[in-house]
């Protein structure tokens, strides 16, 4: 997940991730973005607590959905108001806020598919060395865990868009 390279605005957005950049964390679940990484954890409830999408990663997709300078100004704006992160607070605009959680929705259901064929297609393979059989075994158990993971973030940004959509209507 990155600035697109044909995004008007690559340049301003790149400069203003960088200035507020954060740490990298690196783990098993991971997106990879132009300034960080992102860890995320299972989701226990659809309708609890995001606290398996990092913040920082939710602020990215919201940094990506700016299409004008004002829009920008104003985070870096709102950032310096209050802790220096930033995007932290969710859009006032709620259409706005919906398009940048779809972008992690999208981004999320397209790593499940991808797990989903690398899973089919291991099944799909035969070894006849145990030790290959045993690393398999392994390879797949590690896929299905984030999988699991990677669902539980996708059911939760799926109940968090499906309540700002309402509130929008």
């Known amino acids: 997940?990155?600035?697109?390279?044909?995004?008007?605005?690559r340049n301003m957005k790149l400069g203003l991730?960088?200035?507020h950049h954060t740490r990298t964390v690196k783990d098993i679940n991971i997106f990879h973005s132009s300034c960080d990484t992102f860890t995320i954890k299972e989701?226990?409830?659809?309708?609890?607590?995001g606290k398996g999408i990092p913040q920082s990663l939710r602020a990215f997709a919201r940094v990506l959905c700016?299409?004008?300078?004002?829009e920008l100004n104003d985070l870096s704006k709102?950032?310096?108001?209050?802790?220096?992160?930033?995007a932290r607070l969710p859009f006032k605009d709620g259409n706005r806020e919906l398009e940048a959680h779809k972008i992690?929705?999208?981004h999320i259901n397209r790593l499940i598919e991808d797990h989903s064929v690398c899973i089919k297609e291991m099944e799909e393979c035969y070894f006849v060395s145990q030790r290959f059989a045993v690393r398999r075994q392994m390879a797949r158990d590690l896929l299905y865990g984030e999988l699991r993971v990677l669902r539980s973030a996708a059911e939760w940004l799926?109940?968090?868009?499906t309540t700002l959509l309402s509130e929008t209507m």
């Open 66 to 70: 700016c299409i004008i300078p004002q």
């Open 78 to 86: 709102e950032a310096a108001q209050n802790d220096g992160r930033l």
């Open 104 to 106: 992690l929705l999208s």
């Open 1 to 9: 997940m990155d600035v697109p390279n044909d995004d008007p605005l």
């Open 17 to 19: 991730l960088q200035t």
């Open 43 to 49: 989701v226990k409830s659809a309708i609890g607590k």
């Open 158 to 161: 799926n109940h968090y868009c």
